[in-house]
């Protein structure tokens, strides 16, 4: 067995979720030093750059959740504030992207899967993507780990979607069918211009949480049942986020899925599978 297929093997032989959850107590615990020493080698093994960090200091972070979800330095990811473009909602690299075709969308060569399971199985929350666009952006232990609007939406909706936690790096894009689809995860859809706009937050191995802003912590604990709630369109309770305003994050990197209809915004000609993202910078530009 070649060391590939043998990741792959153990990828389904851990047990993901209590892995998972034993590292999120770890990543929150405060330790002191220890805490510190921890930061400093997961900078130097992921050569992250902190001068970007509001927080220079890997001595600032109280916990290892802390520095992993830090915030960057106020004007360090300029906002492509034109209304016809879409933004990178994410740091990250773009594993597929395009058209929705047959209501199933690309994870990898030869791999395709259901958007309408990824979405949590109901055919009114897939109907409106039938047709449109997809996005797959992964998010590596160096990334920053705060997700933002692509646009301006109001949530319409939430569901929780149960599932595993397999790893989410391209080795097992590649060689786990529906990886997406079976993997745990939080899908929001907005409400926006140009109609409704999916973005689905994707658990992983070791993923401490996932959170929203509107809501906190989603996910842990670990549910067996999907969930879904639904928010007014307008009113003192209608959640409203404007474009580059931070809808959720993750602690430990995962992967955010974005989908919206037909006919609605095309990429640019410049983003393609394995591209570098950075939060802000032109994605998309809106069809007139």
Do not use: C
């Amino acid at each position: 067995m070649n060391l590939d297929k043998f990741k792959i093997a153990m990828q389904y032989a851990l047990p993901k979720h209590g892995l998972s959850r034993l590292v999120g107590k770890l990543a929150a615990a405060e330790a002191g030093a220890l805490t510190t020493q921890l930061i400093k080698l997961f900078i130097k093994q992921y050569k992250i750059d902190m001068s970007e960090a509001l927080h220079e200091d890997p001595a600032h972070y109280k916990t290892f959740n802390e520095f992993f979800t830090r915030p960057l330095k106020p004007g360090i990811r300029p906002l492509a504030d034109d209304k016809n473009i879409i933004a990178h909602p994410v740091d990250g690299a773009i594993s597929q992207l395009g058209d929705v075709v047959d209501g199933q969308i690309i994870q990898a060569k030869g791999h395709d899967y259901s958007l309408q399971t990824l979405l949590g199985g109901k055919e009114e929350d897939f109907l409106p993507f039938s047709g449109g666009k997809f996005a797959t952006i992964y998010l590596a232990p160096k990334d920053y780990h705060r997700i933002h609007m692509p646009i301006d939406g109001t949530l319409k909706r939430m569901i929780y979607v149960p599932g595993d936690l397999f790893s989410v790096n391209p080795l097992t894009a590649q060689n786990v069918p529906n990886l997406f689809a079976r993997n745990e995860r939080v899908v929001a859809i907005f409400d926006t211009e140009i109609g409704p706009l999916a973005m689905v937050l994707v658990g992983a191995t070791i993923v401490a949480s996932i959170e929203t802003v509107w809501a906190g912590t989603i996910t842990p604990p670990a549910g067996k049942d999907i969930f879904s709630w639904d928010y007014p369109s307008e009113g003192n309770n209608a959640i409203t986020l404007k474009k580059g305003e931070e809808m959720g994050r993750f602690k430990l990197g995962s992967t955010v899925i974005l989908a919206w209809g037909a006919n609605q915004a095309d990429f640019l000609d410049n983003e393609q599978p394995e591209t570098v993202t950075r939060m802000g910078t032109p994605f998309a530009t809106i069809n007139q």
